[in-house]
């Protein structure tokens, strides 16, 4: 009989930086991620033909290490706020999860979202979420109502969602309807 050898892959997610970076606040998760980065992404340092990977490092939720480097011999040529604004604008990336070594760096990165904008005109009104993000299945929702869900916060607009996500206004409160009949999302005051 032949022995057949099952190869594991670590989980990969093909989603924008600041939905993983709510998700990962909500879980509280600890846990490192790479994402392989596109050759059109404006990069100092970068040299024609170097390929680029980008490290996120989480604990308990919060960032602790982020730094873009040479894949090739682990050159750094960005990090801290300099690479997450790069990976902020970067769009969606294929980030897999990696082996996670010792991130405890004395000099965390604390701010890992954009500020989102506040349109005094704007209603009070913000879509929050119904359930923890631990309960919902959320392989079962398509990739962006699964976005719209992972940044409805409480604190966040529809609008603010909308430019987070590079999305029309009129479709993200079509998702966020959705998602509230699903129940998942609940409308409440905006938290200050």
Known sequence: MQQ??????APSYHLLLVTICEQMRATHATLSLTA???PSLPIAGR???????????????????????IRANGRVLM???EALHVLHTAGMLLWQESSYQDIHVADAVTSSLPAVSSDTEESDRVPSQAV????????ALPIRLRHVF????????????AQ?????????ERFIEILHTRHLTIWQSKAS
């Open 47 to 69: 040299r024609e033909g170097e390929e680029t990977i980008a490290e996120v490092a989480f604990e308990q939720g919060r960032i602790v290490r982020c730094h873009i480097c």
């Open 150 to 161: 992972l940044l409805s916060n409480g604190h966040r607009t529809p609008r603010d969602i």
């Open 36 to 38: 392989i980065l596109s």
């Open 4 to 9: 057949t050898h099952t190869t594991q892959r």
């Open 79 to 81: 990090q801290h706020r």
């Open 164 to 172: 987070v996500l590079h999305l029309p206004l009129d479709e993200v």
């Open 132 to 139: 923890p993000v631990e309960q919902v299945l959320q392989a």
